[in-house]
T-cell receptor, first 115, second 110 residues
Framework: DAGVIQSPRHEVTEMGQEVTLRCKPI?????LFWYRQTMMRGLELLIY????????DSGMPEDRFSAKMPNASFSTLKIQPSEPRDSAVYFC?????????????FGDGTRLSIL | GQQVMQIPQYQHVQEGEDFTTYCNSS?????IQWYKQRPGGHPVFLIQ?????EVKKQKRLTFQFGEAKKNSSLHITATQTTDVGTYFC??????????FGGGTRLMVKP
């Protein structure tokens, strides 16, 4: 079975540029999560979608960050304009959410470096 | 929101020694999940604990949920080099979101 697929795996770009990260969740999962991981702040939840609808975006750092989920099989996280402090590993995770919390399945992540 | 403290942050052990990481919450939990992240990898789900006082085992790993459902522990018996990685507890928030602890990074000397 294919897991969560993220692209690109690595991204290096100059500050001020627009960055778009992509995620394909596991087929049949109805919840999708975007996380950011840094040494200083650990693993932080940025935004949570359920059935393609954003449920909680309180973790999105600022207006430069935006996320969309146009359908059940695709989501994007966009940073515009990017800044060096956005450098981190960004993970997408999906799960099937029913009556109880189910395990989250993580993609391999996108390692983002903003110069 | 929920606060979670995980200790220790780092642990060096000699191969064959035991290892334990602890997770403490400021509030009573409905359940708790544990994940492992290998260096350069992504978090991988290990187990979920739901019942007060629950103990679950996976080979050399023993997971425990406190009686008050405010704390949990992961114990590894006789560590191996394959156990290297960071172990995270994750608290179940309302609305199906998880709050991850800071993780315990385990290093094993062969």
């Amino acid at each position: 079975d294919a897991g969560v697929i993220q692209s690109p795996r690595h991204e290096v770009t100059e500050m001020g540029q627009e960055v778009t990260l992509r995620c394909k969740p596991i087929s049949g999962h109805n919840s999708l999560f975007w996380y950011r991981q840094t040494m200083m702040r650990g693993l932080e939840l940025l935004i949570y979608f359920n059935n393609n609808v954003p449920i909680d975006d309180s973790g999105m750092p600022e207006d430069r960050f935006s996320a969309k989920m146009p359908n059940a099989s695709f989501s994007t996280l966009k940073i515009q304009p990017s800044e060096p402090r956005d450098s981190a590993v960004y993970f997408c995770a999906s799960s099937f959410t029913g009556a109880t919390n189910q395990p989250q399945h993580f993609g391999d992540g996108t390692r983002l470096s903003i110069l | 929101g929920q606060q979670v403290m995980q200790i220790p942050q780092y642990q060096h052990v000699q191969e064959g020694e035991d290892f334990t990481t602890y997770c403490n919450s400021s509030t009573t939990l409905s359940n708790i999940q544990w994940y492992k992240q290998r260096p350069g990898g992504h978090p991988v789900f290990l187990i979920q604990l739901v019942k007060s006082g629950e103990v679950k085992k996976q080979k050399r790993l023993t997971f425990q949920f406190g009686e008050a459902k405010k704390n949990s522990s992961l114990h590894i018996t006789a560590t191996q080099t394959t156990d290297v990685g960071t172990y995270f507890c994750a608290l179940d928030n309302a609305g199906n979101m998880l709050t991850f602890g800071g993780g315990t990074r385990l290093m094993v000397k062969p």
